[in-house]
């Protein structure tokens, strides 16, 4: 399938910096997008090196078949899986080492979540509450689970949408690069179709517009998806903009 595909990034309207990053690499089919944390520019630091880790690895992986990987491989995940897995590892444990190196970047983190174009499949790897959605016609579907205390909370007890919206604590993550120096690494995988259009996130987009909020915008600007993006952060700033907003938009043509 052939893709068109666009992103940007914006600091939203009351934050001083932008703590977020994105990472097209149209050569692997590849995009990638962290939220990074830890205050003082430190977040910055983690988002950066996380794509940066990713993106590197899968270009020495394509340059050298047997290069060592930095995790064990999984029986239970394809080669393709097991590759996407092992780079947002090798992210964590970089951005680990690195806090550990670095007393002024101590305690930094990011969330990541990837989407890469496999054959005929879509694949996703996720730390943390950065989102992959699929629109698909008139639907959109949360494909990634938020690793995050909200969503803990909501398997356990059952919440009205008004105790959702007033839960104290709905920013705190419970997973992410960073921490510790391994990390666990869910993995899903989508069949896509033509016409399908695949948008990545930070919670600065999700955590202002809801799920029909997102699918509206972005159907009235699937020809161009750039103004897609536009318009997402468009509106999450005009609903308050409390963070950092980050979109990626894929389409399968």
Same mark, same amino acid.
């Given at each position: 399938?052939?893709?068109?595909?666009?992103?940007?990034?914006?600091?939203?309207?009351?934050?001083a910096?932008?703590?977020d990053?994105?990472?097209?690499?149209?050569?692997?089919?590849?995009?990638?997008?962290?939220?990074?944390?830890? &205050?003082h520019?430190?977040?910055?630091? $983690?988002? +950066? =090196?996380?794509?940066?880790?990713?993106?590197?690895f899968? %270009? !020495?992986?394509?340059?050298?078949?047997?290069i060592?990987?930095?995790?064990?491989?999984?029986?239970e995940?394809?080669?393709?899986?097991?590759?996407?897995?092992?780079?947002?590892?090798?992210?964590n444990?970089?951005?680990?080492?690195?806090?550990?190196?670095?007393?002024?970047?101590?305690?930094?983190?990011?969330?990541?979540?990837?989407?890469?174009?496999?054959?005929?499949?879509?694949?996703? &790897?996720?730390?943390?509450?950065?989102? $992959?959605? +699929? =629109?698909?016609?008139?639907?959109?579907?949360?494909?990634? %689970? !938020?690793?995050?205390?909200?969503?803990?909370?909501?398997?356990m007890?059952?919440?009205?949408?008004?105790e959702?919206?007033?839960?104290?604590?709905?920013?705190?993550?419970?997973?992410?690069?960073?921490?510790?120096?391994?990390?666990?690494?869910?993995?899903?995988?989508?069949?896509?179709?033509?016409?399908?259009?695949?948008?990545l996130?930070?919670?600065?987009?999700?955590?202002?517009?809801?799920?029909?909020?997102?699918?509206s915008?972005?159907?009235?600007?699937?020809?161009?998806?750039?103004?897609?993006?536009? %318009?997402?952060?468009?509106a999450?700033?005009?609903?308050?903009g409390?963070?950092n907003?980050?979109?990626?938009?894929?389409?399968?043509?």
């Amino acid at each position: 399938m052939n893709i068109q595909y666009a992103g940007k990034t914006d600091v939203g309207m009351r934050r001083a910096h932008n703590e977020d990053t994105l990472k097209l690499i149209p050569n692997e089919r590849l995009f990638v997008v962290a939220d990074g944390m830890g &205050g003082h520019a430190s977040g910055e630091v $983690a988002a +950066r =090196i996380a794509v940066d880790c990713v993106a590197r690895f899968f %270009e !020495d992986t394509r340059r050298d078949k047997d290069i060592t990987w930095p995790a064990r491989e999984s029986p239970e995940l394809s080669q393709e899986e097991n590759r996407l897995v092992a780079a947002v590892k090798l992210a964590n444990l970089s951005i680990y080492e690195k806090a550990e190196s670095d007393s002024r970047l101590k305690g930094m983190g990011t969330t990541i979540v990837c989407f890469q174009l496999v054959g005929e499949s879509a694949l996703m &790897g996720h730390v943390g509450d950065s989102r $992959a959605y +699929r =629109i698909r016609g008139a639907t959109i579907d949360q494909l990634t %689970e !938020d690793h995050s205390l909200l969503n803990d909370y909501k398997k356990m007890s059952e919440l009205t949408p008004e105790e959702e919206a007033n839960f104290p604590h709905k920013n705190i993550i419970v997973r992410a690069l960073g921490m510790k120096p391994s990390v666990q690494v869910d993995v899903v995988r989508d069949t896509p179709q033509t016409g399908d259009i695949y948008l990545l996130c930070s919670d600065g987009l999700s955590g202002e517009l809801s799920d029909e909020e997102i699918l509206s915008i972005v159907q009235a600007n699937e020809q161009d998806l750039q103004r897609g993006c536009d %318009e997402l952060i468009r509106a999450a700033c005009e609903a308050g903009g409390k963070d950092n907003i980050t979109i990626i938009l894929v389409q399968l043509l």
